[in-house]
């Protein structure tokens, strides 16, 4: 059974940082695609940051690019985003969520191809 595991979350003033973990595990090919979606209230899941493990893509949503980067540490089957530069408007519920689904050597940003996610956890930004 595929699950992820996701911590790191907490409450900062904007300008602040934090780093999310996702863990894997239960999967039986080694290298996929990881994403993270995040939803605030009364708002719909979007997609913010996407990379392949087996490294050569990422991919960023207009609104974190060049304050969110989005790595990993395949020894440690764990996907991280690294959050700088916060802002109140980042303030969601975020779920990190995998996929095996590539198209031409980069990864779907179609969160119905997103079959396995974590819990979500909760990152709120104060003015």
């Known amino acids: 059974q595929v699950q992820l595991v996701e911590s790191g979350g907490g409450s900062v003033q904007a300008g602040g940082s934090l780093r999310l973990s996702c863990a894997a595990s239960?999967?039986?090919?080694?290298?996929?695609?990881v994403a993270w979606f995040r939803q605030g209230p009364e708002k719909e899941r979007e997609g913010v940051a996407f990379?392949?493990?087996?490294?050569?893509?990422?991919y960023y949503a207009d609104s974190v690019k060049g304050r969110f980067t989005i790595s990993q540490d395949n020894a440690k089957n764990t996907v991280y985003l690294q959050m700088n530069s916060l802002k109140p408007e980042d303030t969601a519920m975020y779920y990190c969520?995998?996929?095996?689904?590539?198209?031409?050597?980069?990864?779907?940003?179609?969160?119905?191809?997103?079959?396995?996610w974590g819990q979500g956890t909760q990152v709120t930004v104060s003015s």
């Open positions: 969520a995998a996929t095996g689904i590539r198209l031409g050597g980069t990864c779907s940003t179609a969160r119905y191809d997103y079959r396995t």
């Open positions: 239960g999967y039986t090919y080694s290298r996929f695609c």
């Open positions: 990379t392949y493990t087996g490294g050569g893509y990422t």
